[in-house]
């Protein structure tokens, strides 16, 4: 049984780990496979490409949005922070500026 807690506890991470090894007839079959019927598609190939690109290009587009966005706001909060230091300043050392 366990007690609650505050904070959250940390899970081990997990790996996706699938082992691979060399099959070497299926190799062999998959050549002459090719060389009797042909190779792939290339129009297969290339959509697999064009997926594989536009779907990178959709990231970059979504994290540059994001990251331009969090840019902005810890801009905003710098000077937030910059302006009320400055106050702070001239109000203990009584200085008018109008």
Known sequence: MRLPTLFKQNKNKSFGYTPRHYDERKERLERLH???????????????????????????????????????????????????VAVLVLDKYNIKLF
């Open 34 to 84: 090719e060389k009797h019927h042909g190779a792939k598609d290339a129009t297969s190939i290339k959509g697999s490409f064009k997926r594989r690109s536009s779907f990178k290009n959709d990231w970059k587009a979504v994290t540059k949005e994001t990251d331009q966005k969090q840019s902005q706001i810890r801009l905003i909060v710098i000077f937030a922070l910059l302006v009320l």
